[in-house]
């Protein structure tokens, strides 16, 4: 099992960046493809954007163009750097695998607020 944890979200205004951190417990990003995630209330989680072993990137169309995903295997980690935020961001995110169908234990996520 691998433990992931969310950081980075926060209150912002329309029109502003953040950039979030998904830290993992152990070495994985070589053999996972990793997938960024949210959840706004009432909605069901949805990908926004994926990476794979390869590096190769994906987007939903909601956020390209916005947003870029990117990791660094020695640090075990993944990123999501977001800009031009709006209101319709406003959701809890969330890192796991991606493209399989197969999760790990979801985390706590990271909260990000968008609103003025």
Aim: charged fraction near 15%; include cysteine.
């Amino acid at each position: 099992q691998v433990q992931l944890v969310e950081s980075g979200g926060g209150l912002v205004q329309p029109g502003g960046s953040l950039r979030l951190s998904c830290a993992a417990s152990r070495s994985i990003l070589s053999f996972y493809d990793m997938g960024w995630y949210r959840q706004a209330p009432g909605k069901q989680r949805e990908l926004v954007a994926s990476i794979t072993t390869a590096s190769r990137t994906n987007y939903a169309d909601s956020v390209k163009g916005r947003f870029t995903i990117s990791k660094d295997n020695a640090k075990n980690t993944v990123y999501l750097q977001m800009n031009s935020l709006q209101p319709e961001d406003t959701a809890v995110y969330y890192c796991n695998r991606a493209r399989s169908g197969i999760f790990w234990d979801w985390g706590q996520g990271t909260q990000v607020t968008v609103s003025s």
